[in-house]
């Protein structure tokens, strides 16, 4: 599938593809293609979150739409470490944190809707 944007200057064309992501960013009219697993961006629907090789970073959306809050995340470490995982509606904010810190080398604090995570 082609999708044309507008750019500030010029159309642009991309080419979509099967397993691929598009998302405009509104403050820069700007647009990028991401490699995503197809299964995984459509369990939302079944109330699961699911994700594949995917760095935490790329998580953190997923997280604040299902948990209403906005998590910051204050570690270049977490920001790029990748995870592979599946969590369904009964799982807290709080279990899916725990799985992340498995190894125990971040810590998180809650200040009202916002959640700060850290390295320890």
Known sequence: ??????????EQELEMMPDTWLSYH????????????????????????????????RLVPQLERKFNVRIQVESARLSEEIFFGSFTADHTLYDILEEVNVEKKYTWTRQGGSVIIRDK
């Open 26 to 57: 509104k403050a820069t009219a700007g647009v990028s293609v991401e490699r995503v697993t197809g299964t995984d961006c459509c369990a939302w629907k079944e109330g699961i979150i699911r994700f594949t090789d995917q760095t935490f970073i």
């Open 1 to 10: 599938m082609n999708v044309f944007l507008p750019d500030r200057e010029a």
